[in-house]
């Protein structure tokens, strides 16, 4: 299964992106689907997340300003980010994982100038 993260981009701050998580199966609705971001020379931080059930959460620093959701007919997870500061700048990653599995996106890049 592959996961392909797409949607990152250069922003101002204060603007908005919607960046979006798909898969090359359905998994989705068996799966916690997070979004993750990291800059380079940091660790990777957990941002969201959402339940095979359809419960989300958030990480302290974005919440309030990103909402995950998920379409299971096309095998999306989205991630709104809205309120954005450049300290949200980082590579996005989108990962699904459940008992018999763990898959990871490759990554899009968000940067957010000030």
């Known amino acids: 299964v592959q996961l392909q993260a797409s949607g990152g981009g250069l922003v101002q701050t204060g603007g908005s992106l919607t960046l979006s998580c798909v898969a090359s199966r359905s998994i989705f609705s068996r799966a916690l689907v997070g979004w993750y971001r990291q800059v380079p020379g940091n660790q990777r931080e957990w941002v969201a997340r959402i339940s095979s059930g359809g419960e989300t959460d958030y990480g302290d620093s974005v919440t309030g300003r990103l909402i995950i959701s998920r379409d299971n007919a096309t095998n999306t997870v989205y991630l709104e980010m809205n309120s954005l500061k450049p300290e949200d700048t980082a590579i996005y990653y989108c990962?699904?994982?459940?008992?018999?599995?763990?898959?990871w996106g490759q990554g899009t890049l968000v940067t957010v100038s000030s």
């Open positions: 990962n699904a994982r459940s008992v018999l599995f763990n898959y």
